[in-house]
Structures are given as C-alpha cells and as structure tokens.
Nanobody, 125 residues
Framework: VQLQASGGGLVQAGGSLKLSCAAS???????MAWFRQAPGKEREFVAA???????????YYADSVKGRFTISRDAAKNALYLQMNSLKPEDTAVYFC?????????????????WGQGTQVTVSS
C-alpha cells in the first residue's frame, strides 16, 4: 500500500489549508488518520476516520484541533483529506497520513501499518 500526502505549505495564522492523501488501495481508506510531528517532538495524533458498512463513518480528533480541523474521505477517489482552519503557529509540523487494514486504536501511531511521506505545514505568526 502506498500513501501520498500533499497540500502542505506556508500560511499565516488564522488561515486555512487542505491536506490530501492518496491511497493505492481503496480498502485502506476505511481506517485512516493524520498525525503530525514538530521538530524535537514525538509524532502526535491529529484526527482519524473509520468507516464500516455496519456503523457508517466515525471521526476522532485531538483536543488541540477539535472545532478547527475536519477529516474526511472519498472512497471513490481512494483519498483522505484534512481541512485545517484557524491555523495557529503551534500547528506547524510535518503532517503524515496513515492507514491500517484492520482497525486497532485510533490515536496510537504504532497501530498504523502504512505511512505517507509527510507534508510540511508552516504557520507564521
């Protein structure tokens, strides 16, 4: 499975960016997430999305981004998105998309088997 993240860039505080992640296998878009890693810090959970025929779509967010970020998926395009609004300088990091075939935890990076290469998001004050 290959994941390709894109959409990062430089934006002023209060601005918006939309990240995209293209997956090579559609089944993996059912259990995906975004993580981020700032210099000198550990990789941290940002948001996750789960879809099943039984329960539909569920989304999960870190407290630090709740109300500002929105995770979504487009199964027809094998794609994952992260709409980021009201960006803050502390959101500056490399953002990674991740996927797993059989869901485990939502926010533990060790429970995801496949990772994209990361895309840099820089928010200036």
């Amino acid at each position: 499975v290959q994941l390709q993240a894109s959409g990062g860039g430089l934006v002023q505080a209060g601005g918006s960016l939309k990240l995209s992640c293209a997956a090579s296998v559609r089944a993996f878009t059912n259990n995906m997430a975004w993580f981020r890693q700032a210099p000198g810090k550990e990789r941290e959970f940002v948001a996750a999305i789960r879809w099943s025929g039984w329960s539909g779509t569920s989304t999960y967010y870190a407290d630090s981004v709740k109300g500002r970020f929105t995770i979504s998926r487009d199964a027809a395009k094998n794609a994952l998105y992260l709409q980021m609004n009201s960006l803050k300088p502390e959101d500056t990091a490399v953002y990674f998309c991740a996927a797993v075939l059989l869901t485990r935890s939502t926010n533990n990076p060790t429970d995801y088997d496949y990772w994209g290469q990361g895309t840099q998001v820089t928010v200036s004050s």
